[in-house]
């Protein structure tokens, strides 16, 4: 509860006896309304995903995903991204061994899933999956509702990033392919309706971010010179590139580099 008197072990997860292999390792926190999510390590060396709500009788492990990539809240629910033995793809819980369940499998020829990026779009999530192709999907939760939404051919480097952010009830994705050096931003609302290609930036890194309640990009070549800043609505027609004589965008286009790691 915030203090020395309140602050006490709930459960005994990893019970291996000597000191040095103790530890169960808990990492990756998520609140779900009524319950913690975390990944934990046990006695056996098994990692996987548990639940908690502050009670011993109240944790449980709940499941096997682990090599965790990423999760996200959506509608009470957690959504989470791993390359797991038991499932390489996109799964569910509610917290509950009942209520977790492996949605959709994402992997190429060789068995590889590369990357999943999630963003929660209402009460279920947008993400780009990178395996044998470079492709973006909706899930509400169910496996009749996870469908695909778009897809390019995977002809770039394993550690190119996909840079994505949510804005305005909608996710948008800068997806590099199939021509090198050029990235397609891509917006969606969660339907096959309303997802659509805002821009292609000719430029070797982009940053999307949010100033002031718009959405902007800085887009560069590689040298990171001569860098462009865009702005959007997320609409084809009001994704452009900014005056940058306006005296805030002129910061921003100077200091752009700055925001790469942000």
């Not at 020395?4 to 459960?11: I, K, M, S």
């Not at 169960?24 to 098994?46: E, V």
């Not at 509608?75 to 492996?102: H, M, N, P, Y």
Request: charged share 15%; with cysteine.
């Amino acid at each position: 509860d915030g203090t020395t008197a309140g602050t006490r072990l709930v459960y005994d997860i990893n019970t291996y006896p000597a000191a040095e292999y103790s530890s169960s390792y808990p990492q990756y926190l998520y609140a779900l309304p009524d319950k913690l999510l975390f990944f934990a390590t046990d006695f056996f060396s098994i990692g996987g995903l548990w639940s908690t709500d502050g009670t011993a009788q109240g944790t449980h492990y709940i499941g096997s995903p682990d090599n965790f990539y990423d999760m996200h809240i959506a509608g009470g629910r957690a959504f989470i991204a791993t390359s797991s033995v038991s499932g390489k793809g996109l799964w569910i819980t509610d917290g509950t061994v009942e209520g977790t369940q492996f949605l959709k499998e994402f992997v190429n020829d060789q068995g590889e899933l590369r990357q999943i990026e999630i963003h929660p779009l209402g009460d279920g999530v947008a993400f780009l999956v990178v395996s044998s192709s470079i492709e973006i999907w909706y899930s509400d939760g169910s496996v009749s509702g996870t469908v695909q939404l778009s897809s390019v051919p995977f002809v770039s480097n394993w550690y190119d990033e996909y840079p994505s952010i949510t804005f305005d009830s909608k996710a948008v994705f800068a997806v590099r392919g199939p021509v090198l050096g050029k990235y397609t931003l891509v917006g969606t609302n969660g339907t096959l309706a309303g997802t659509y290609n805002l821009a292609i930036l000719n430029m070797n890194w982009v940053k999307p971010f949010v100033f002031e309640g718009e959405m902007l990009l800085h887009a560069c070549p590689q040298t990171l010179i001569n860098c462009d800043l865009w702005r959007s609505d997320g609409t084809f027609l009001g994704t452009q590139p900014t005056n940058i004589t306006d005296p805030a965008m002129k910061f921003l286009h100077e200091n752009g580099v700055k925001f790469k790691d942000r």
